[in-house]
């Protein structure tokens, strides 16, 4: 009986995994294309309002201000050179993810100008609702592994060789765009701006958790 029982669990986890496998595969494909699409309308709605917000995406919507590019082909620019160290610091898996989102993020962006218009008429609604869109889009990426691109593997790598709070850092570098915002943006756009920024924040805050298990991990945890 005992030989009999260990035969059936030796077997049926195979295709336990390859049926978690590909379900995990789609959750992930779809998270990461609703997740790009929520940044891409978030940033199409502050990019209207001529609002900014923190990290690589504010510094992104800066530079679409000043030359003929969607802000979100520029976020994936900017996000080239931190690839490889995400590769290096998250494992290769949330490298294909994250670039993956990236490309997703380029191809949406570049399709923006042709899907829809925005016209804001309340920027502190428009600052709310965009920070809400940023928040749940960079989640529904958090939740499945990947990343927007942009700072997150930085902060990580700077955080294991130097045992500093990614947080300060995140912090810092905030402080450093809406400072330099101060030359091209009235003070209350400003204050619509850290709305924007507080409302994404608060998201991630309240709701970040650890990626849900993998489908191997998953078959195993099975009893």
């Given amino acids: 009986m005992t030989s009999m029982t260990q035969h059936i669990r030796n077997t049926e986890p195979p295709t336990l995994d390859r049926a978690w496998s590909t379900r995990a595969t789609l959750e992930d494909a779809y998270a990461i294309f609703v997740g790009s699409l929520l940044i891409v309308a978030g940033l199409a709605l502050l990019s209207s309002a001529r609002l900014i917000t923190g990290g690589l995406s504010g510094i992104a919507l800066l530079i679409s201000y000043f030359v003929p590019i969607e802000a979100g082909i520029l976020l994936m620019i900017l996000s080239v050179p931190f690839f490889l160290l995400a590769g290096g610091a998250m494992g290769r898996g949330f490298l294909v993810k994250t670039v993956t989102a990236s490309l997703c993020l380029s ?117």
């Fill in 107 to 223: 191809i949406l962006s570049g399709l923006t100008p042709l899907a829809f218009h925005i016209d804001v008429l309340s920027k502190p609604i428009a600052a709310l609702a965009a920070g809400a869109m940023l928040g749940m889009g960079t989640l529904s990426l958090a939740r499945h592994g990947a990343g927007v691109g942009g700072f997150g593997a930085l902060f990580l790598w700077i955080e294991r060789r130097h045992g500093v709070n990614p947080g300060k850092i995140q912090l810092g570098i905030d402080t450093v765009i809406f400072t330099a915002s101060c030359a091209i943006m009235a003070p209350s756009d400003l204050l619509w701006s850290g709305l924007a920024t507080l409302t994404g924040s608060a998201i991630l805050i309240l709701w970040q958790r650890p990626p849900r298990l993998t489908a191997d991990q998953t078959a195993r945890a099975m009893p």
